[in-house]
Nanobody, 119 residues
């Protein structure tokens, strides 16, 4: 059984940082494109960042320059380092994975971790 476990969210003040983790069991992240989405109350889910199997990462404009996604293969974990947080970053953050190539609707999802940024 494949499971993705997201963690690391919390309540922080604007300008602070968090590191979100997505740990996998039942699959090897080395064979998957792994990404992060977020959904704020009353808004649609949006993609944030992803990392491909080749280690290259991509960030959507809203977080570019502030967020970094990276993989730690030994722990089968992908991290999202979120810096310079803004109140508009408040959302539930989900990790997701798709075999080989990234897609807008990955096959496997984690349960989400809440990030709340106060002004």
């Amino acid at each position: 059984e494949v499971q993705l476990q997201a963690s690391g969210g919390g309540l922080v003040q604007a300008g602070e940082s968090l590191r979100l983790s997505c740990a996998a069991s039942g699959l090897s992240f080395d064979d998957y494109a792994v990404g992060w989405f977020r959904q704020a109350p009353g808004k649609e889910r949006e993609a944030v960042s992803f990392i491909g199997t080749d280690g290259r990462s991509y960030h959507w404009d809203s977080v570019k320059g502030r967020f970094r996604v990276f993989r730690e293969s030994a722990k089968n974990t992908v991290y999202l380092q979120v810096n310079s947080l803004k109140p508009e970053d408040t959302a539930v953050y989900y990790c997701a994975a798709e075999k080989q190539l990234w897609t807008s609707n990955p096959n496997y999802w984690g349960q989400g971790t809440q990030v709340t940024v106060s002004s």
